[in-house]
C-alpha cells in the first residue's frame, strides 16, 4: 500500500468489500511502481468518511478520488486520473473521447447504482448499504 503523502497524485476511496473494486484496484498497485496512488479502502474498520469531510453513504454511492489540491473528483473521472497516474494515458484519453465518454459515464452510472445487488451483496430485504466498520478504542 502506498503510504507517501508526499509524491501521490490522486487519492482514491475504495470499497474494499466489493469484489469488482478490490480486482481494479490490485491491478492499478501493480501497475503503480512510482506510489502516484494513494489508495484508501473505505470498507477498512477504522476508516472515518467524517475525517475527510464527507459521509459513508456519499462515498459508498460512487467511486471517489480527492487531488493533492483537495478537489474530490467522482465516477469515470476518477478512472482517468487514475489511469493516468499509472501509465496507462491511452485508455485515460479514450475515455475522454466524444461519445466514449458519455457511454463511460452511462456504464459506470448503472454500475455504481447496482454493484452491491451484482456483487452479491443482497439479501431478500433489500441492498441497503453496508455500515461503516468502526473500531470503538
Known amino acids: 500500500m502506498n503510504t507517501s503523502t508526499q509524491d501521490w497524485t490522486v487519492q482514491v476511496f475504495f470499497d474494499g468489500d466489493c469484489p469488482l473494486c478490490v480486482r481494479e484496484i490490485g491491478m492499478l498497485r501493480k501497475l503503480d511502481r512510482k506510489g502516484k496512488i494513494l489508495m484508501t479502502d473505505i470498507a477498512a474498520k477504522g476508516f472515518r468518511a467524517e475525517d475527510f469531510g464527507k459521509t459513508h453513504e456519499a462515498l459508498m454511492d460512487q467511486i471517489h478520488a480527492r487531488l493533492p489540491d483537495g478537489t474530490w473528483i467522482t465516477g469515470v473521472e476518477v478512472f482517468r486520473r487514475l489511469y493516468?497516474?499509472?501509465?496507462?494515458?491511452?485508455v485515460s484519453s479514450l475515455l475522454s473521447l466524444p461519445?466514449?465518454?458519455?457511454?463511460?459515464?452511462?456504464?459506470?452510472?448503472?454500475?455504481?447504482?447496482?454493484r452491491l445487488k451484482w456483487?452479491?451483496?443482497c439479501d431478500a430485504n433489500g441492498c441497503a448499504l453496508p455500515q461503516a466498520k468502526t473500531s470503538h478504542a
Not at 461519445?99 to 447496482?114: C, M, Q, W
Request: glycine fraction near 16%.
Open 99 to 114: 461519445g466514449v465518454d458519455r457511454l463511460a459515464d452511462f456504464a459506470y452510472e448503472r454500475f455504481a447504482k447496482n
Open 119 to 121: 456483487t452479491g451483496r
Open 84 to 90: 493516468a497516474a499509472v501509465g496507462l494515458g491511452v
